[in-house]
């Protein structure tokens, strides 16, 4: 067993012609991803730094749905893909509540592929930057052990 310790940022971004993160069902047509019940469709970038144009490390691709009745918190499930020279095809795992109002909070890392096989971790979420009406960037680190 290995433990990896890493940092990246995650680029949702909602209103765009190029939009990464898309809602595919919400309960009115006024209705935002803090609302409850609004359920997001993600391939966003995950790169090095918080900036955009910061080296890409890898995509986001999943889903997260807001799933506290008060709209506090995200339900999220999406693999990280990795695309840089070090870890290149391998994926981890990424699933728990992410509770967004608080500065910062953790997910589960449930499993991973490749270099991440039989990973088992957790991952700290902060926010660096959020609007619900245009775009979010967080801070992940990961703390994971696999073989
Ligand atoms: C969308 O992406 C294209 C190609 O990368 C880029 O030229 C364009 O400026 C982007 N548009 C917006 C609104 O970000
Ligand atoms: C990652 O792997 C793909 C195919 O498996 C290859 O096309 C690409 O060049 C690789 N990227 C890096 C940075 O090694
Ligand atoms: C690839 O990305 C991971 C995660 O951000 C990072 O730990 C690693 O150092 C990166 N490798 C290179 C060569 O940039």
Redesign the pocket.
Known sequence: MKETN?V?YLHDLFISKNATAVPVAKRSKEATVTDFGTLMVIDDAVT?GPKKTSAQ?GRAQGIYVNSALDGSSMHLAFSII?T????NGSTLEIQGADRYLLNRREVSIVSGTGAFRLAKGYAVLETVYFSSSSNGVIKIIVTVYHY
Do not use: I, Q
């Open positions: 890493m990246f090095e490390v990795f840089n020279s070090t870890y």
